[in-house]
């Protein structure tokens, strides 16, 4: 039977009407029963509005210009096939202070599947300072390896085929003087330069970000990365890339995605012309710009701000006149999602990162050990950030398929507003004087963290919900605990120059901070965990246990969040019962759990009879409504409800210094 047949006996879908918005919309509002549409709507932290049906109308004219794979403007994939062997550059850093433990670890990584390696310069170095040298003991062997000479390089990366294994350097102001050792330890190594690969990761703007100073001025460090482009040999591949345009100091800082995409692209464009002013052609000096993108635990959104920021790219080279090449863009874990508290769900955020840019196309994915916040994380997190790339590339198979999520109108229309709005925060960025005067004076740190306090307030009103936080706290958890190297040994052993970057007219700002989503509701719940004796709130339940359990427990979850024990029991059905209950539990603070019904019975008499019985907190789970005049004047402190915010709240119990509300201490 020939298709045209089959079709003539299949019609499948022609007997049914062709479905409209118009009636998929009437069947909402029916189910909605004249609730707000609103409600389904999905607001981005940029402001985009993300209905909860998309279309291909609502995707827009980009999505039909999207093109092939591996043809500009590269939307749907920088090639145009799957990687060999299904598997993505699989990339870690290399943190550990002591050259030659960061090389052992770097060993044991490449031969359990890690494919490059990231060397993170020590804090020092990326400001400039060798040993001896001014602030050198308050920045020696801190975040990062102590590499301070050519040989130090040479004891970190002892063991790896440089042949094999692409290297990425971190540098920070530094960035001439590692190139200089690479080389060096290239040449010793009797390797073909040919077939190095990797990136000499100079990134001045970043660093100035970061870092808050390049002591050898904005300026010259550009024209320095220029001619560092300039004096490598001609190469139409450039394996080994120069500049990194690391979108990480913004992220960290609370950049929201398409403020991550203006950055970008901004420093992208102040490093083309600084080649370009060395000697370079556009074409070639696109093809010495790596980028680096940030992302959290939003999927969609991950996907979306890749294909997006492929799109921004051509977009930029066309201006210039140049079509036809390709990003490299890899993705790092995004450090300000990850959690101290409950640290296990860590490995959760980065399977759904590790995800996002499998599909979205990501060359590299640099996936940040679960135990990161405990310290140097051991080899148990370093294996399982390994691994979680592995499982979901050869188990899963997320990359043998070129843009899978092509052809998703979601995916689609959301991949437009951020190639829409990111331009947009570019065009303004530029027309301000781009992101290094951004820094220099102050408006971008100020637009960034605007946007961190937005991101932290949605924290804090559970708005987005944080699994192990904000939400089903593991309480009385035992925190994790990561050996500490000996850093100072580590920092009397370095030898090399005072400094490696000569400080003539430095450029300074104030470094950009790390803004971590969670990092006021773990500092609370810290302070209580060590309070003696630990804030307590005894849950005086009204009614039966069907009339207060949804509060009761919603109540116990949102102090255990903050660290604050309850006491919870079976529900009393008298004030006097409830009252004479909490005196003798040794409680301080009380809240009352049950339903609008009881409290509008009980919950006045309740609450005058916990304050003569010595409460000196008296909470209620749940909006009041009328009954707030008749509840406060009753002795209600604080209604706790959804929406609340739980760091204003729970730090009237405990604030992060250990101190209760009156200055005195609980320790």
């Given at each position: 039977?020939?298709?045209?047949?089959?079709?003539?006996?299949?019609?499948?879908?022609?007997?049914?009407?062709?479905?409209?918005?118009?009636?998929?919309?009437?069947?909402?509002?029916?189910?909605?029963?004249?609730?707000?549409?609103?409600?389904?709507?999905?607001?981005?932290?940029?402001?985009?509005?993300?209905?909860?049906?998309?279309?291909?109308?609502?995707?827009?004219?980009?999505?039909?210009?999207?093109?092939?794979?591996?043809?500009?403007?590269?939307?749907?994939?920088?090639?145009?096939?799957?990687?060999?062997?299904?598997?993505?550059?699989?990339?870690?850093?290399?943190?550990?202070?002591?050259?030659?433990?960061?090389?052992?670890?770097?060993?044991?990584?490449?031969?359990?599947?890690?494919?490059?390696?990231?060397?993170?310069?020590?804090?020092?170095?990326r400001r400039g300072v060798g040993p001896g040298g001014a602030g050198f003991d308050q920045y020696g062997a801190v975040d990062g390896v102590a590499i301070h000479s050519a040989a130090d390089l040479a004891r970190a990366l002892d063991g790896v085929l440089l042949e094999i294994a692409p290297i990425v350097l971190q540098p920070g102001a530094s960035f001439v003087?590692?190139?200089?050792?690479?080389?060096?330890?290239?040449?010793?190594?009797?390797?073909?330069?040919?077939?190095?690969?990797?990136?000499?990761?100079?990134?001045?703007?970043?660093?100035?970000?970061?870092?808050?100073?390049?002591?050898?001025?904005?300026?010259?460090?550009?024209?320095?990365?220029?001619?560092?482009?300039?004096?490598?040999?001609?190469?139409?591949?450039?394996?080994?890339?120069?500049?990194?345009?690391?979108?990480?100091?913004?992220?960290?800082?609370?950049?929201?995605?398409?403020?991550?995409?203006?950055?970008?692209?901004?420093?992208?464009?102040?490093?083309?012309?600084?080649?370009?002013?060395?000697?370079?052609?556009?074409?070639?000096?696109?093809?010495?710009?790596?980028?680096?993108?940030?992302?959290?635990?939003?999927?969609?959104?991950?996907?979306?701000?890749?294909?997006?920021?492929?799109?921004?790219?051509?977009?930029?080279?066309?201006?210039?006149?140049?079509?036809?090449?390709?990003?490299?863009?890899?993705?790092?874990?995004?450090?300000?999602?990850?959690?101290?508290?409950?640290?296990?769900?860590?490995?959760?955020?980065?399977?759904?990162?590790?995800?996002?840019?499998?599909?979205?196309?990501?060359?590299?994915?640099?996936?940040?050990?679960?135990?990161?916040?405990?310290?140097?994380?051991?080899?148990?997190?370093?294996?399982?950030?390994?691994?979680?790339?592995?499982?979901?590339?050869?188990?899963?198979?997320?990359?043998?398929?070129?843009?899978?999520?092509?052809?998703?109108?979601?995916?689609?229309?959301?991949?437009?507003?951020?190639?829409?709005?990111?331009?947009?925060?570019?065009?303004?960025?530029?027309?301000?004087?781009?992101?290094?005067?951004?820094?220099?004076?102050?408006?971008?740190?100020?637009?960034?963290a605007e946007s961190a306090a937005a991101r932290r307030k949605d924290v804090a009103t559970r708005r987005r919900p944080v699994t192990g936080v904000t939400e089903f706290p593991l309480f009385d958890e035992a925190p994790l605990v990561r050996a500490a190297p000996d850093r100072a040994a580590i920092r009397s052993a370095a030898a090399g120059d005072a400094e490696?970057?000569?400080?003539?007219?430095?450029?300074?700002?104030?470094?950009?901070?790390?803004?971590?989503?969670?990092?006021?509701?773990?500092?609370?719940?810290?302070?209580?965990?060590?309070?003696?004796?630990?804030?307590?709130?005894?849950?005086?339940?009204?009614?039966?246990?069907?009339?207060?359990?949804?509060?009761?427990?919603?109540?116990?979850?949102?102090?255990?969040?903050?660290?604050?024990?309850?006491?919870?029991?079976?529900?009393?059905?008298?004030?006097?019962?409830?009252?004479?209950?909490?005196?003798?539990?040794?409680?301080?603070?009380?809240?009352?759990?049950?339903?609008?019904?009881?409290?509008?019975?009980?919950?006045?008499?309740?609450?005058?009879?916990?304050?003569?019985?010595?409460?000196?907190?008296?909470?209620?789970?749940?909006?009041?409504?009328?009954?707030?005049?008749?509840?406060?004047?009753?002795?209600?402190?604080?209604?706790?409800?959804?929406?609340?915010?739980?760091?204003?709240?729970?730090?009237?119990?405990?604030?992060?210094?250990?101190?209760?509300?009156?200055?005195?201490?609980?320790?």
């Open positions: 039977m020939s298709q045209a047949d089959l079709t003539e006996e299949l019609p499948l879908a022609a007997e049914f009407p062709t479905p409209t918005h118009e009636a998929w919309r009437a069947l909402v509002d029916k189910v909605l029963k004249g609730g707000s549409f609103e409600k389904l709507v999905h607001t981005t932290a940029d402001g985009i509005r993300v209905e909860p049906l998309a279309t291909r109308e609502s995707a827009g004219e980009l999505a039909d210009e999207a093109g092939q794979p591996g043809v500009s403007p590269f939307t749907r994939g920088a090639v145009a096939a799957a990687p060999e062997g299904g598997l993505w550059d699989v990339r870690t850093p290399m943190v550990h202070p002591d050259p030659a433990v960061a090389a052992q670890q770097a060993i044991a990584d490449l031969e359990g599947g890690t494919a490059s390696l990231v060397v993170r310069f020590d804090q020092a170095f003087v590692a190139a200089a050792w690479h080389r060096e330890l290239v040449v010793n190594s009797g390797v073909d330069a040919n077939l190095v690969s990797g990136s000499l990761g100079a990134d001045p703007i970043g660093t100035l970000a970061s870092e808050g100073v390049l002591p050898q001025g904005l300026d010259r460090a550009l024209a320095e990365l220029g001619m560092l482009a300039a004096a490598r040999t001609p190469d139409p591949d450039v394996r080994l890339t120069t500049a990194m345009v690391d979108a990480g100091p913004y992220v960290e800082a609370g950049a929201t995605p398409c403020q991550q995409l203006a950055a970008v692209l901004s420093t992208t464009v102040a490093y083309l012309r600084a080649m370009e002013a060395a000697g370079l052609d556009v074409a070639q000096a696109a093809r010495h710009i790596e980028i680096t993108l940030v992302l959290d635990a939003e999927v969609f959104e991950g996907i979306a701000l890749l294909r997006a920021a492929r799109r921004l790219w051509s977009a930029v080279l066309s201006s210039c006149g140049v079509e036809d090449v390709a990003p490299r863009i890899g993705v790092r874990t995004a450090a300000r999602m990850m959690t101290g508290v409950d640290p296990w769900v860590n490995l959760l955020r980065v399977t759904a990162t590790t995800f996002a840019a499998a599909v979205g196309g990501a060359d590299s994915v640099t996936a940040l050990p679960f135990d990161v916040e405990a310290g140097l994380s051991d080899e148990l997190g370093r294996r399982m950030a390994r691994n979680t790339q592995l499982v979901l590339a050869l188990e899963s198979h997320l990359a043998e398929v070129v843009d899978p999520a092509g052809g998703s109108y979601h995916l689609e229309t959301l991949t437009s507003e951020f190639v829409t709005h990111g331009w947009a925060a570019f065009t303004a960025l530029e027309s301000s004087g781009g992101i290094a005067a951004g820094l220099l004076d102050g408006s971008w740190p100020a637009a960034l490696h970057v000569r400080s003539t007219e430095p450029t300074t700002v104030t470094a950009l901070p790390i803004s971590r989503d969670t990092g006021e509701i773990e500092a609370i719940r810290r302070a209580a965990e060590a309070t003696t004796p630990r804030p307590t709130v005894f849950l005086a339940n009204l009614g039966p246990i069907a009339t207060h359990t949804a509060r009761s427990t919603w109540a116990k979850n949102f102090f255990e969040v903050g660290g604050v024990a309850t006491i919870g029991n079976d529900g009393f059905s008298s004030a006097e019962a409830a009252a004479d209950a909490f005196a003798a539990s040794g409680a301080t603070m009380v809240c009352l759990c049950s339903s609008d019904a009881r409290y509008a019975e009980l919950g006045a008499s309740t609450a005058e009879a916990l304050r003569a019985k010595g409460a000196a907190r008296v909470f209620l789970a749940g909006a009041p409504g009328d009954l707030r005049g008749e509840l406060e004047a009753a002795g209600v402190d604080t209604f706790v409800h959804v929406g609340v915010d739980l760091v204003a709240v729970l730090t009237t119990i405990v604030t992060p210094d250990g101190t209760n509300q009156d200055g005195a201490s609980f320790q």
